[in-house]
């Protein structure tokens, strides 16, 4: 028989079609804010399994107590926090409050990691505009400033001195912003550590089990393009085992500060000279991670993430990657601009490489590079024999968006 299991969801780093394909074995119980949500993603979601409004959360939890849920989980930030007030409206094991609370606050959560013993950038929380350049001169520059809440590299602005600062600052709060910000310092990579055509920072994928660590998946990283927007990711990853395996330990060491005992966690590092240095800890699935785990070792992390939710000990042996796997993400230029015409970008999947070009923008839209990685137009996905392979398919993509996509002034 199947067991029923509750996903929290509004959006997240697993999409309703990998949701479907992974639940063989579970009846899922999508609980929606319906009152909320597109009418467009309750239809998909009810095509997958049985929506559950929990617009009202107290109605919304009988309603899910009637069907004996035996677990629950959620893929993305926003939906952590009411997973949390389900599970414990349930009886069911799930994150911590005060994990949450560190999962989803950039601030809390470099102050735990920080008590942990663990490298974390300076920091300091802005709550206005006036505080900008005295939190820069304690920070140092250059600096970040980002959202406390957020995540895809939204809103986020380097500082190279107090009239960035003031300027960007300025900005963010006068858009509408009504959580605060941090400044932090920005960590230098080291291009050596990281290896030539790839970001200076990597992410661990970690799939823990009452505590414990059951395995660890690295992703090396494209470089970042202006000012801190992620275009792409591959599996499995390229550094040297030794800083492979001092990057697993950093993973692990920052899941247990902030208390993630089970599922799965996305331990974002910077690659520095004098080791990894925490960036980021999500206490779920990393975007685009079930993709790339399936294509590059036969894993399927979704259903694993189901099994750690209802109480069942996950296996997940990877042994040898089976290929490299890759999402490359089309991003637009900054400035204010509207895409004219994609060319012949479609014709990409001609190479051998590429498996699909999905193109999510059209001819005559508005593109905000401002959105970070929400702001993407489109998807290359592909895989190759070996991972520096990757390397060459990525040019071959870059080569031809800079030949064939047209941008003009908005």
């Known amino acids: 028989m199947s067991e029923p299991v509750i996903v929290v969801y509004t959006s997240g780093s697993a999409s309703p079609l990998e949701l479907a394909a992974d639940a063989d074995g579970f009846d899922l119980l999508f609980a929606v804010p319906v009152d909320t949500a597109p009418d467009a993603l309750v239809d998909v979601l009810g095509a997958v399994g049985e929506v559950v409004d929990v617009t009202d959360e107290a109605a919304g939890a009988v309603a899910l107590a009637a069907r004996g849920p035996g677990g629950i989980v959620a893929f993305s930030d926003q939906d952590l926090p009411l997973a949390a007030r389900l599970a414990r409206r349930l009886g069911l094991r799930y994150h911590a409050q005060d994990t949450v609370d560190a999962a989803t606050d950039k601030h809390l959560q470099r102050q735990r990691l920080r008590d942990a013993g663990l490298r974390v950038p300076r920091f300091r929380l802005l709550t206005g505009p006036r505080e900008a350049a005295r939190a820069l001169a304690e920070v140092g520059a250059p600096a970040v400033l980002k959202p406390v809440r957020g995540a895809a590299s939204r809103q986020t602005y380097r500082l190279d001195g107090p009239d960035d600062a003031l300027r960007h600052a300025s900005h963010v709060f006068a ?101 990894p240095a ?86 005559g839209d508005r593109v905000d590079w401002r959105l970070g990685s929400l702001g993407t137009l489109g998807v290359v996905e592909g895989v190759t024999e070996r991972p520096e392979d990757v390397l060459t398919a990525v040019r071959a993509i870059e080569r031809a968006l800079a030949e064939q996509v047209v941008f003009s002034p908005a």
């Open 278 to 363: 925490v960036i980021e800890v999500n206490a779920r699935l990393g975007g685009y991670v079930a993709t790339l785990l399936h294509r590059s070792y036969g894993l399927e992390a979704v259903r694993l993430a189901f099994e750690v939710a209802v109480g069942r000990e996950p296996s997940a042996p990877l042994g040898e990657p089976l290929a490299a796997a890759y999402c490359y993400q089309i991003l637009p230029p900054v400035g204010a601009l509207r895409l004219t015409s994609w060319g012949g970008i479609a014709g990409l999947t001609e190479r051998p490489d590429v498996l699909s070009v999905v193109l999510t923008a059209e001819p």
């Open 175 to 275: 858009s509408g912003a009504t959580d605060p910000f941090v400044i932090e310092e920005m960590l230098v990579g080291s291009p050596s550590v990281a290896g030539p055509g790839l970001g200076d920072y990597v992410s661990v994928e970690v799939l823990l089990w009452r505590g414990t660590v059951v395995c660890q998946v690295l992703n090396s990283r494209l470089p970042l393009l202006e000012p801190f927007r992620e275009q792409g990711f591959l599996m499995p990853g390229l550094l040297p085992a030794d800083v492979e395996a001092e990057a697993h330990r950093v993973s692990a060491a920052a899941c247990h500060a902030l208390g993630i005992e089970d599922g799965w966690a996305d331990v974002e590092l910077k690659l520095t000279a004098d080791g």
